[in-house]
């Protein structure tokens, strides 16, 4: 009769363990399939996003950074982004502390602070692309969010993820998107995605996990026009505008001079 009980008992672990094992299979097989199912909606993002040869588009921003006493601050922009591919660009930034535009046509790039009537120029010759990488690795002028402008925005943006993970549906200004989220080893990044045959991507937030506070980089994308007016891309400088070199312009990141910025690095 104790052996039988035994037995019984020794069945119900094993059952029990079976149970588990097939329960932990599912939900690895749930996150795997629904890590899929991000992936692929990105992929349709990058290739809508990348089809567009001419778009205009307005933006708000909020960059956040974490104080030595450990206080969140948050600063908020708006701007916009015009561009026609391969090799034409205008982006306007307009906060609280700095009013600047970036402006380019394919030869030339001109960094514009208009709100102190001063201006500097490099010859640029190539895509978007590369005007992008030669911002960020001579002048120390990045973007967060630039990512999405890429002609290869997929390739970008899942180069260094380890995890994805399809969140469910949301509502951004009314228009309902998919949610996804992505891990990489600095950064988690979250992206809401117009639900429909226009990809559009309508809000984007990277993380920091680097950085104590885990600050937040987040940019709302409002109106998408896919045209552009043609003479977009035409400097004219203001009148009594000073033309200084790259490095004596000051004043044109998103947060006020001597706050270091700690949120949107990926």
């Not at 629904?34 to 990105?42: E, H, N, R, S």
């Not at 692309?129 to 943006?157: C, E, H, W």
């Amino acid at each position: 009769m104790a052996i039988a009980v035994r037995r019984r008992r020794h069945v119900h672990v094993l059952c029990t363990l079976i149970g588990l094992a097939v329960i932990m299979a599912a939900t690895d097989n749930r996150a795997i399939a629904q890590g899929q199912d991000a992936v692929k909606i990105l992929k349709a993002m990058s290739d809508y996003v990348s089809s567009q040869k001419a778009l205009s588009v307005t933006f708000d921003s909020d960059v956040e950074v974490v104080t030595t006493t450990l206080q969140k601050i948050q600063f908020t922009n708006s701007g916009q982004v015009q561009l026609s591919r391969p090799d034409k660009l205008r982006v306007t930034r307009t906060g609280g502390y700095t009013d600047v535009e970036v402006i380019f046509d394919g030869k030339t790039v001109t960094i514009n602070n208009k709100g102190a009537n001063a201006f500097a120029q490099a010859e640029a010759p190539g895509s978007i692309d590369q005007l992008i990488d030669l911002l960020r690795d001579k002048y120390g002028v990045t973007a967060p969010g630039a990512d999405i402008m890429f002609s290869n925005a997929f390739d970008v943006m899942t180069e260094d993820v380890i995890e994805s993970a399809y969140i469910g549906r949301g509502v951004i200004d009314d228009v309902e998107c998919e949610h996804l989220a992505f891990r990489n080893i600095d950064t988690d990044w979250q992206i809401w995605i117009e639900v429909g045959a226009h990809a559009i991507p309508r809000k984007y937030v990277i993380t920091s996990k680097s950085v104590t506070g885990g600050p937040q980089y987040t940019l709302r994308i409002k109106e998408w026009r896919t045209e552009v007016l043609p003479d977009a891309f035409a400097f004219k400088p203001a009148q009594g505008a000073k033309k200084v070199a790259m490095s004596d312009l000051t004043d044109i990141d998103e947060v006020p001079q001597g706050t270091v910025t700690t949120g949107g690095a990926k």
